[in-house]
C-alpha cells in the first residue's frame, strides 16, 4: 500500500494553467478508471473535485479537468483564480479493494 | 442537507483504547459504504478503512490491521472505530467519508482529532 507519488508543490500565476501528476502502479492507477481527486483549504476537510479520472461533481468548475495515461493521472487546473490556492489529493481504487493517497501537492497562486 | 459528523477524539495515553463516531444525516446510511480516512499533523491523507453497507465487507491499511475495527449501527445512522493498542503514530485527524458510486469520496465530516502521548 505504498503512497501514490505526487509532486509536493506547484505554482502558477493568476489566468496560467498548472497541471498535477500522480503516478502508481498497475494494481491501482493503471488498473481501474477510479482515480479521484481532492482539494483541501487549510483546517477545512477534502472536497472531492474529480472522480472517475475525468468526471466533475455537480458544482464544481469546469476550469478542474482530469486524465490518465497507463499508470499517470493528472489534474490540469485552467484558468488559476487565488481561491484555488490549496492542497490537492489524488487518489485511487486498488486490487486489494482499498483505496490508497497521495503524498499531496501544495498549489501556490503567485 | 447531507452530512457527517465524527466525535469521540481526545487525548489518550500510547497502549489505551479509544472509539470514535460518525453520526450520518441526509441520505439513506444503509445504502453506502462508509470510509475512515486520517491526517497526521501537516501531513497527507491516510486511507484506514472501509465498510460497506451492510456492514459484511470491512478492509483495512496495513498500519491499522489488527489494531482498529470499523463497524456500523444502520439502526442509528452512525459509523464507529475502535481504535486499540494505540500508538504515537496514530495522532492525526479522522474524517469519516461516505464511499460515492463511483468508489470516491464525495461527503467528508469535519473531522474529530485524535493526539496520542507516550
Known amino acids: 500500500q505504498s503512497a501514490l507519488t505526487q509532486p509536493a508543490s506547484v505554482s502558477g500565476s493568476p489566468g496560467q494553467s498548472i497541471t498535477i501528476s500522480c503516478t502508481g502502479t498497475?494494481?491501482?492507477?493503471?488498473?481501474?478508471?477510479?482515480v479521484s481527486w481532492y482539494q483541501q483549504h487549510p483546517g477545512r476537510a477534502p472536497k472531492l473535485i474529480i472522480y472517475d479520472v475525468s468526471n466533475r461533481p455537480s458544482g464544481v468548475s469546469n476550469r478542474f479537468s482530469g486524465s490518465k495515461s497507463g499508470n499517470t493521472a493528472s489534474l490540469t487546473i485552467s484558468g488559476l483564480q487565488a481561491e484555488d490556492e490549496a492542497d490537492y489529493y489524488c487518489s485511487s481504487y486498488t486490487t486489494s479493494t482499498t483505496r490508497v493517497f497521495g503524498g499531496g501537492t501544495k498549489l501556490t497562486v503567485l | 442537507q447531507v452530512q457527517l459528523v465524527e466525535s469521540g477524539g481526545g487525548v489518550v495515553q500510547s497502549g489505551r483504547s479509544l472509539r470514535l463516531s460518525c453520526a450520518a444525516s441526509?441520505?439513506?446510511?444503509?445504502?453506502?459504504?462508509i470510509h475512515w480516512v486520517r491526517q497526521a499533523p501537516g501531513k497527507g491523507l491516510e486511507w484506514v478503512a472501509v465498510?460497506?453497507?451492510?456492514?459484511?465487507?470491512?478492509y483495512y491499511a496495513d498500519s491499522v490491521k489488527g489494531r482498529f475495527t470499523i463497524s456500523r449501527d444502520n439502526s442509528k445512522n452512525t459509523l464507529y472505530l475502535q481504535m486499540n493498542s494505540l500508538r504515537v503514530e496514530d495522532t492525526a485527524v479522522y474524517y469519516c467519508?461516505?464511499?460515492?458510486?463511483?468508489?470516491?469520496?464525495?461527503?467528508w465530516g469535519q473531522g474529530t482529532m485524535v493526539t496520542v502521548s507516550s
Open positions: 467519508a461516505r464511499d460515492s458510486r463511483s468508489l470516491a469520496l464525495d461527503i
Open positions: 465498510i460497506s453497507y451492510d456492514g459484511s465487507d470491512k
Open positions: 441526509g441520505f439513506t446510511f444503509s445504502t453506502y459504504g
Open positions: 498497475s494494481s491501482d492507477v493503471g488498473g481501474y478508471n477510479y
